[in-house]
């Protein structure tokens, strides 16, 4: 596997005919990434993973000094999984002296997410179109447990006219229900398993509307009352439409299959989020 650490050198990979596809990351990889990494080996002759910590979708009083990093093992990980190039720059690389170009997106970008963290998703949405750029990717892979980052990276690439397909791939979970993610990694074991709290509340969501309740507060309702007792400040527990709209406010379900649940808490100091679609895909 070939470490990139230069936008120069990224640019200028060699592609010839093949399908190229990406897979954006923070680092600190895990089952869920390594998820996503599979799935762009099986459909690309070539998979650029990146890795960057980025400082432009933190917040100031958010984790980014203490965001955990090991590129030993982001690099083990992503080789295991079938990663060709890793691509690894450090912040003066992808925002130079002198950078001051900021991309917005409105939207999907304006609600839940980007309500509580301005800035956020502005960061978020500057990084990947500098990637797109320099990767030149066909398809580009996001983890559909940051559900509203995905919706603003699609937005994103039909607004900007992006010739790249981005595929949303499932949530990776532990044995316990727990949405995988780096900052699980704040945790103990056993808060991990308290924590899975916010995963069930999902489901009771969900068990609720497979009861027949069609009620978006009710459905919403269900969800909350399991997380009263936990150990948690919940931010929101919202049943949302396909534009991100609150469906609790609009009293309307509309098409049960386009609604989804979205929930973020802080659970021992640690800010978790999660979601799931409203109506559960049994397996078969």
Known sequence: MYLITSTREIKALPRGHRRVGLVPTMGYLHDGHASLIRRARAENDLVVVSVFVNPMQFGPSEDLARYPRDLERDTRIAEAAGAEVLFVPDATEMYPAGFAS?????????????????????????????????????????????????????????????????????TQREASGLALSSRNTYLTEEQRQEASVLYRSLR????????????????????????????????????????????????????????????AARMFGVRLIDNAPLVQEEAT
Request: glycine share 8%; charged share 25%.
């Open 102 to 170: 900021r991309l917005e997106v409105a939207g999907p970008a304006l609600p839940l997410e980007g309500a509580r963290r301005p800035g956020h998703f502005a960061g978020v949405a500057t990084v990947v179109a500098k990637l797109f750029h320099l990767v030149r990717p066909n398809r580009a892979y996001f983890g559909e447990k940051d559900w509203q980052q995905l919706q603003v990276v699609r937005r994103l690439v039909e607004d900007l006219n992006f010739d790249l397909e981005v595929v949303g791939c499932p």
């Open 204 to 263: 009771a969501a969900q068990a609720a509307y497979r009861s027949g309740e069609r009620q978006p507060q009710a459905i919403v309702a269900a969800g909350k009352a399991l997380l009263a007792a936990a150990p948690l400040e919940l931010e929101y527990l919202q049943l949302v439409g396909p534009d991100l709209e609150d469906l609790e406010q609009t009293g309307e379900l509309g098409d049960p299959r386009q609604a989804r649940l979205l929930l």
